[in-house]
């Protein structure tokens, strides 16, 4: 199991707002800063959240970042059926020294 | 527009070693960080190791059989993951961090990713 925490699965209708929450520790989430990606298996994964809430150029902005102590999160808004594919929290951890990846959510438009 | 690509052999035996390399266009590889990174069939994201320079890390579960390397001539940099086994048939991406001489794990740019699989 991942040192970071997310839920295997999330799901929402078109136009809902879904968050995504990463758990993680002092090591990790506590002391430094959360990246989100958007990943269709197969594919290129897309950074979509760095720094916690900062959106990379071409990014809607229905995709929003937060991060409060040791977890984080990762809302949509206005869903959209291409949002349909898996999301993952990715940030560094001072006891591993290096990176470390959530487990990854797969999120459902209905 | 910075642009990675991966190749390297789609098949490996096992105990046999998996060499992988990064090809780098629309930039130079110099000042960054350069990963790589795993997923297994049906599993997440895995991060195995970066190299910037001749600085090198790697994730302590693999370290005793991974090594990376640059070169520069090329604007490659190459990934060696010995002793395979079927535990380590996944996609293959590399990936660069968005700032140079930076780490954070913000990884701006990707390669398509290639599948290894260890099988005899």
């Known amino acids: 199991q991942s040192v970071l925490t997310q839920p295997p699965s999330a799901s929402g209708t078109p136009g809902q707002r879904v968050t995504i929450s990463c758990s993680g520790s002092?090591?990790?989430?506590?002391?430094?800063?959360v990246n989100w990606y958007q990943h269709l298996p197969g594919t290129a994964p897309k950074l979509l959240i760095y720094?916690?809430?900062q959106r990379p150029s071409g990014v809607p902005d229905r995709f929003s970042g937060s991060k409060s102590g040791t977890s984080a999160s990762l809302a949509i808004s206005g869903l959209q059926s291409e949002d349909e594919t898996d999301y993952y929290c990715?940030?560094?951890?001072?006891?591993?020294?290096?990176?470390?990846f959530g487990g990854g959510t797969k999120l459902t438009v209905l | 527009q910075v642009q990675l690509q991966e190749s390297g052999p789609g098949l490996v035996r096992p105990s046999e070693t998996l060499s992988l390399t990064c090809t780098v266009s629309g930039g130079s590889i110099s000042d960054y960080y350069w990963s790589w990174i795993r997923q297994p069939p049906g599993k997440g994201l895995e991060w195995i190791g970066y190299?910037?320079?001749?600085?090198?890390n790697y994730n302590p579960s693999l370290k005793s059989r991974v090594t990376t390397s640059v070169d520069t001539s090329k604007n490659q940099f190459s990934l060696r993951l010995n002793s395979v086994t079927a535990a380590d048939t996944a996609v293959y991406y590399c990936?660069?961090?968005?700032?140079?001489?930076?780490?954070?794990?913000?990884?701006?740019?990707w390669g398509q990713g290639t599948l290894v699989t260890v099988s005899s």
């Open positions: 190299i910037s320079y001749s600085v090198t």
């Open positions: 002092s090591s990790n989430i506590g002391s430094n800063t």
């Open positions: 720094s916690n809430d």
């Open positions: 990936a660069r961090e968005r700032v140079d001489g930076y780490i954070d794990v913000s990884l701006a740019f």
């Open positions: 990715a940030v560094w951890d001072d006891s591993l020294n290096g990176p470390v």
